[in-house]
């Protein structure tokens, strides 16, 4: 039975999502809130746990905490500290920044394990009624006069609009485009894994890493390796960012070798071995980072069919913003289409775009900012002001309510919006550029 929450009465749009990663499950929570008819079609037919850390800034957070109950069932397992103490590759205690402030200020923040997460969340969305399919592969998109459509096996549904939110390999792209647009490797990939303490708890290297919950920076020559224990320390989580040029992979699950790591961790403090080495070879992964230009556009010549989360903007892990960016999507597409009713969804579309395209790309390109200030760090001018290796926590990212500014900002951008139907026909595209 549905547990009641707050939902608006029927607006009469229906909207399609293709794929329920954070974008398409954000979007689909706020769509039936504001009383939009959703499906959710999921191409994989058995959700698992898969994944490892990933993090949510304030600005996505306050939509957990705008869910009933989400919250409370996230807390047990999330990451407690609120605080990074940064060392230099030897191992060598250079500053720590907090996040106490800003907890109190803009809120909390919500890191733990992806795959547990979105487990939370799809179970609390289908309790509420939401209609997620899984096993459902969207092979087609077609848009008409009035409406826009998926094909599903023999089948075509259709709705007012199609949310296309089926991560970076997107084939929604295509149809936005009109033509395919590739991932360009970024020079970088991530070694990753997550799995029990145990073993880190009997070494006496590491042993005070997994006291509780913890959050330690290694930074050197273009490498970098950031360690969070988690659960009261009986889980260790890791990622290791340094340089590669090898071929694109485009996955989340991608074997990775120790003795790969330990080479790129060559001199470096023997505490970030001993993690290395006690990982199981079967939790650590190997992930290339891709990334795209900036794409003209967001939504198709018949401004039906959206792309929104990864689909559209592709970030960086060390913008530390992109589940934040696909969830700000859904939360202000829910906003526009409520605003602008069923007999106006293509210009509540248009409207989307506008408020998202700037925000979006601009945050998209402090990715490669944080990740020039550690990979390229002058250590000279750090041992003189140690807090040049903090992360840059800016306001107007992270104290910023979307679903409201949607609201506040919906007229404004309306009346600014010209005659052409997206923003490709729209300006001069060549105004964003995020240089790697
Ligand atoms: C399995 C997995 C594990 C991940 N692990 C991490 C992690 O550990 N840390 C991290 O920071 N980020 C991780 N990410 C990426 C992160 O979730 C996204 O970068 C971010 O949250 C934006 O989400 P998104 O919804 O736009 O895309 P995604 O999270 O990629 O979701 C896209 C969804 O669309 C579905 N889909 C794709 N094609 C089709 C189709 N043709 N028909 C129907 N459905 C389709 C996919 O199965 C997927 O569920 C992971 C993504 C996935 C899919």
Known sequence: MAISYPRKAPSGIKVIIVGAGFAGLTAAIECHRKGHEVTVFEKVAELK????????????????????????????????????????????????????????????????????????????????????????????????????????????????????????????????????????????????????????????????????????????????????AIKGGKEISWVCTHRDDSDIKESWQFPGNKEDVLKVLQGWDPVAHEIVKATPPDRLFDYKLVFRDPLPTFISPGCRIVLIGDAAHPFLPTSIQGASQAMEDGAVMAA???????????????????????????????GVTTREMWHKADWKAIWEDPTRLHLKREEWILNFDAEQDAYDSYDKVKASLGTQKNRSAEVDTSDVVIDM
């Not at 109190?104 to 733990?112: D, E, F, L, P, T």
């Not at 096996?153 to 485009?177: M, Q």
């Not at 409520?338 to 402090?366: F, L, M, S």
Request: charged fraction near 25%.
């Open 49 to 228: 746990p898969l994944g490892d850390i990933i993090s949510f800034g304030q600005n996505s957070s306050r939509m957990f905490e705008r869910w009933p109950g989400v919250v409370d069932k996230l807390l047990p397992i999330i990451h407690t500290s609120e605080a990074v103490e940064f060392r230099d590759w030897t191992g060598k205690y250079v500053t720590t920044q907090s996040f106490a402030d800003e907890h109190k200020s803009w809120g909390r923040r919500i890191n733990g394990h992806r795959g547990e997460i979105h487990e939370i969340l799809v179970d609390t969305a289908r309790a509420w009624g939401v209609d997620i399919r899984l096993g459902q592969n969207v092979a087609g998109y077609f848009e008409e006069d009035g409406y826009a459509g998926i094909t599903v096996g023999d089948e075509k549904f259709t709705a007012d609009v199609v949310l296309a939110s089926e991560g970076v390999k997107s084939p929604a792209r295509t149809v936005v485009l009109g033509h395919e647009d590739l991932p360009k490797p970024s020079g970088y990939a991530v070694y990753r894994a997550w799995f029990p303490s145990g073993e880190l708890a009997k070494n006496s290297l590491t042993a005070k890493l997994v006291d509780g919950d913890t959050h330690t920076g290694w930074i050197g020559q273009d490498v970098h390796f950031l360690v969070a």
């Open 336 to 366: 526009c289409l409520d605003v602008a009713g069923k007999d106006n969804v293509t210009e509540a579309i248009r409207v989307w775009e506008k408020i998202r395209y700037e925000r979006v790309h601009k945050i998209q390109a402090t």
